[in-house]
């Protein structure tokens, strides 16, 4: 009697299995593509689907997008406006990214390429699976589960907010993911020419690495990996205010020592 149950269940689930067609598998169920595979994604597959983003006001839109293996969302701006004394451009997201990658910064961005859609030129990123940004956690007053490790990720955002000067840096731009790793995202508004620091008083710790990348980071380096997306007045100002944030560091050192300061 078991066995003819156990033949029948068999037969009924290959039944279904036919009728339903092979598993179908999501991207979740693959290893996470690497940052050289999400850039040739990003740059070469196939736009399936788009709407409008829900937030900001750089025209956004949310794009799918799918190479027959993968299908993922990406975030496209394609604002580009200059004005006197004043550029809100999506180029500006290519040079950060750019210069994240130099200092040790792009494990907190998400990846940002060049890309043509609809006849326009704009960045498109990775779309990032985020539980709220920090407009909301702050408004929700949560707390996060490690404050330790929340505090060096936030460190290491004030650094890098001031080496590109975003003059619209704001709570909507830190998403927080479900294990509360934070990302840096939209710089339309980055790379001031002011050669000061915004607010220096910010700046009280600093991730070891990502100072001794700063310490390195030369003209030459710069030049090759932003050069295309910056003019030499910018280039100049990240390297002025490279030099500020190094200084103000140096100042934390010899008032409180090194164990203090760098974590």
Not at 21 to 28: D, I, V
Not at 101 to 123: A, C, H, I, N, Q
Not at 189 to 201: K, Y
Request: charged share 25%; glycine share 4%.
């Amino acid at each position: 009697m078991y066995k003819l149950q156990s033949t029948r269940l068999k037969l009924f689930a290959a039944v279904v299995a036919l009728l339903l067609g092979p598993a179908k598998f999501t991207a979740t169920d693959q290893p996470a593509p690497n940052k050289e595979q999400i850039k040739h994604f990003l740059l070469t597959a196939k736009v399936v689907n788009s709407r409008p983003s829900t937030k900001g006001i750089t025209h956004t839109s949310r794009l799918t997008l799918s190479d027959g293996a993968l299908t993922h969302d990406a975030s496209f701006q394609p604002i580009d406006e200059h004005k006197a004394n004043f550029v809100d451009s999506y180029q500006y997201n290519l040079a950060a990214y750019a210069l994240a990658e130099l200092v040790g910064f792009d494990d907190m961005m998400p990846v940002y390429v060049e890309r043509k859609w609809k006849g326009t030129t704009g960045s498109l990123s990775w779309w990032l699976q985020v539980k709220m940004d920090e407009a909301e956690r702050y408004k929700q007053k949560l707390e996060p589960p490690d404050p330790d490790a929340w505090n060096k990720q936030m460190y290491k955002i004030r650094v890098f907010d001031e080496l590109v000067q975003d003059s619209d840096p704001n709570l909507t731009n830190i998403l927080i993911g479900e294990d509360w790793k934070l990302w840096r995202i939209d710089f339309t508004r980055a790379f001031r020419t002011s050669p000061q620091l915004m607010r220096p008083n910010d700046l009280v710790r600093c991730d070891r690495q990502l100072h001794k990348k700063l310490t390195e980071l030369t003209a030459d380096q710069l030049a090759e990996k932003v050069g295309p997306y910056l003019t030499k007045t910018e280039m100049k100002s990240v390297l002025a205010r490279r030099d500020a944030i190094l200084q103000r560091f140096q100042q934390l050192i010899a008032e409180k020592g090194e164990s203090e300061v760098f974590y």
